[in-house]
């Protein structure tokens, strides 16, 4: 087997992996507690899925995070019938509302 093929499949089978397994570190307790805080603190109703990318953006270090999140927030919402332009700009307002305002 070329080399080419044999690191082409690996990456293919190390992508799976991380699409299947994007929310699984999350602890359970945090996801309600960010939606209760995210209603609180911005008036803002989102659903467990939505606040579970939340929690991740805000409990990881790095942007790489919140533009992950991002990213899938919005194919959230586009799949939920909002357009592209309005899901990004819901998916960045509220990344930034929830990991902006818990940075120190």
Do not use: C
């Not at 070329?2 to 307790?29: G, H, W």
């Not at 332009?85 to 930034?96: H, R």
């Amino acid at each position: 087997m070329p080399r080419e093929k044999r690191t082409s499949n690996v990456d293919r089978i190390i992508y799976r992996k991380r699409q299947e397994n994007v929310l699984k570190d999350i602890p359970a307790v945090l996801v309600p507690v960010w939606q209760i805080k995210l209603q609180e603190r911005f008036g803002i109703n989102v659903d467990r899925e939505i606040a579970s990318y939340v929690v991740l953006a805000a409990h990881e270090r790095g942007t790489w995070k919140k533009h992950r999140a991002i990213k899938r927030i919005e194919k959230l919402l586009i799949s939920r019938g909002e357009t592209p332009e309005v899901s990004i700009e819901m998916a960045k307002k509220i990344v930034s509302m929830a990991v902006g305002a818990s940075e120190p």
